[in-house]
C-alpha cells in the first residue's frame, strides 16, 4: 500500500436527534452524540472516524467530554506529521496513552479510511489485505435491530411487529430486572420463531442466575453481557448454569480479555464493538482468534451515526463475521444521517456494502454544521476550568 502523511487532525463534536430511542437498563439519552475525527493527509485526501460516545460514563467509562482532552492533547499530537504505511501502525504510535479505547478507536477508524481512499481501495477490502487470502468481505451484511426497552408490553410487541416487517430477521430486546421472563414469554408466544436474543448491559448479578436460567427455555440465540461491565470470572461462574450463550459486550476490550474469558468458559459469543477495543487493529486480532477457534462473532453498534456505521458494515463483511451484526438501516437511527447515501435494508435482512472507496459514504457539510451547532447548543457542561 501506499503510504500516507498525516497533515491535519479536526475534531467535530455533534448531537443528532434519534428516529427511535434505545432505553436500556442504564436509560436513555436524549441525543446521539459522538465526536466525528477528520484526518487529512499531505496529498489533500480526507478520512473519517467515529468516537461514538455519551455524555454520561454509562456504558463504558469514557465519555464525549474525556474523549475531547485524551483525543486532542494526547492522540493528536503523536499521530500529525507521521508517515505510515499501515494504519495498524497507529496503535504503537498511540501507545503512550492508556486506556481511553472509544478515543483511539475514532482517530484510528478516521486513519484506517484515509489510507483506504489514498489507496483507491473500499475499506472493507483494505482490512482483508490484513488478513490471510482467503478472507475477502462479503458484498453485503446480515444485519439486526435492537430495541430499547417500551412502557408496556403491547408496545414492545407492536415495535417488533413493525421490524419484522420492515425486513429484519434477527431482534434483539433491552433487559432489566423486571422487564424480562414476562417479556421473553409475551415475545415467544406471540412470535415463536423469530430469532431472538436479549441484552442486559449488566443489569444482573450472580445471586440472579436462578432466574436467568429461567430465560433458557425461550430458545434464545444468546443473552449478551448479563454481569457486571468489568466482570469476566463471574460470567465464567453463570455461563455452566444455562444453556442460552452468554454473549461477552462490556467486558471485553482487547484480544487478551477475550483469551482468558474463553479459558475460563465465560462466553461462547463476542458482540465484537471496533470502537471499544480500541480500534480495528484490535479488531482484527479479535477476528483473528474467533476464526482461528470457530467462535461465533458478530459487529455490535453504539447507534453510530453513518460515519462509524459504514466503517463497521466494512468490517461486518469480513468471512469470520458469522452472526447478524447490530448495524442497521439507517431510518432506524436518524432522518437524515450526517452522510450519503443512506444504508437501506435488501432481501434476507442485509444491507449492501457501498461501492465508493474508504467507508463509502460522503459526510454532508451542511449537516455537519447543523449537528455541530446542536451539540453547542446541547451541551450539558459548564466548561471545567
Ligand atoms: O449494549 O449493544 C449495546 C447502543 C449503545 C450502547 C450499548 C449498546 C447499544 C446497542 C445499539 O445495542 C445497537 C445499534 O447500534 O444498533
Ligand atoms: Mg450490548
Redesign the pocket.
Known amino acids: 500500500m501506499k503510504s500516507i502523511t498525516i497533515q491535519e487532525i479536526r475534531l467535530h463534536v455533534i448531537a443528532m436527534p434519534l428516529v427511535e430511542l434505545?432505553k436500556?437498563s442504564f436509560g436513555a439519552e436524549p441525543y446521539k452524540t459522538a465526536i466525528l475525527v477528520e484526518a487529512v493527509d499531505s496529498d489533500g485526501h480526507t478520512g473519517w472516524g467515529e468516537t461514538a460516545l455519551k455524555t454520561q460514563p454509562a456504558?463504558g467509562a469514557e465519555t464525549i467530554i474525556t474523549a475531547l482532552h485524551i483525543t486532542r492533547d494526547f492522540l493528536i499530537p503523536k499521530l500529525v506529521g507521521q508517515t505510515l504505511d499501515t494504519p495498524t501502525r497507529a496503535p504503537e504510535l498511540l501507545s503512550s496513552a492508556r486506556g481511553n479505547h472509544h478515543a483511539r478507536a475514532g482517530v484510528e477508524a478516521a486513519i484506517w479510511d484515509l489510507m483506504a481512499k489514498a489507496n483507491d481501495i473500499r475499506l472493507a477490502d483494505c482490512f482483508a489485505l490484513h488478513l490471510p487470502p482467503d478472507h475477502a468481505p462479503r458484498d453485503s451484511v446480515r444485519v439486526g435491530v435492537?430495541i430499547g426497552i417500551q412502557d408496556s408490553l403491547d408496545e414492545q410487541i407492536a415495535l417488533i411487529q413493525k421490524r419484522l416487517d420492515e425486513g429484519y430477521r434477527r431482534i434483539?430486546l433491552k433487559i432489566a430486572p423486571g422487564w424480562d421472563l414476562d417479556l421473553a414469554r409475551a415475545v415467544r408466544q406471540r412470535f415463536p420463531d423469530i430469532v431472538l436474543m436479549l441484552?442486559a448491559?449488566s443489569a444482573y448479578s450472580l445471586a440472579d442466575a436462578d432466574h436467568l436460567r429461567q430465560l433458557d427455555e425461550f430458545n434464545l440465540l444468546m443473552i449478551?453481557q448479563p454481569l457486571a461491565y468489568n466482570d469476566i470470572y463471574e460470567h465464567s461462574l453463570l455461563q455452566p448454569q444455562l444453556s442460552t450463550p452468554i454473549c461477552l459486550?462490556e467486558s471485553i476490550h482487547s484480544a487478551g480479555d477475550w483469551r482468558l474469558a474463553l479459558e475460563l468458559g465465560a462466553g461462547k459469543i463476542l458482540?465484537l464493538k471496533p470502537t471499544r477495543v480500541g480500534g480495528f487493529t484490535e479488531s482484527l486480532k479479535l477476528y483473528e482468534l474467533c476464526v482461528e477457534r470457530g467462535i461465533p462473532l458478530w459487529i455490535?453498534?453504539?447507534?453510530?451515526t453513518g460515519v462509524g456505521r459504514a466503517a463497521n458494515l466494512a468490517f461486518a463483511a469480513l468471512p469470520g463475521v458469522t452472526l447478524p451484526s447490530?448495524?442497521?438501516a439507517t431510518d432506524r437511527y436518524f432522518d437524515p444521517d450526517i452522510t450519503e447515501p443512506p444504508f437501506v435494508l435488501g432481501d434476507g435482512s442485509a444491507l449492501k456494502l457501498p461501492e465508493g472507496t474508504g467507508i463509502g459514504v460522503e459526510v454532508q457539510p451542511d449537516r455537519l454544521a447543523e449537528a455541530e451547532a446542536r451539540w453547542r447548543a446541547y451541551n450539558p457542561f459548564p466548561p471545567l476550568f
Open positions: 434505545l436500556t456504558y435492537s434483539k441484552d448491559n449478551e459486550d458482540n455490535g453498534g453504539m447507534l453510530e447490530d448495524i442497521s
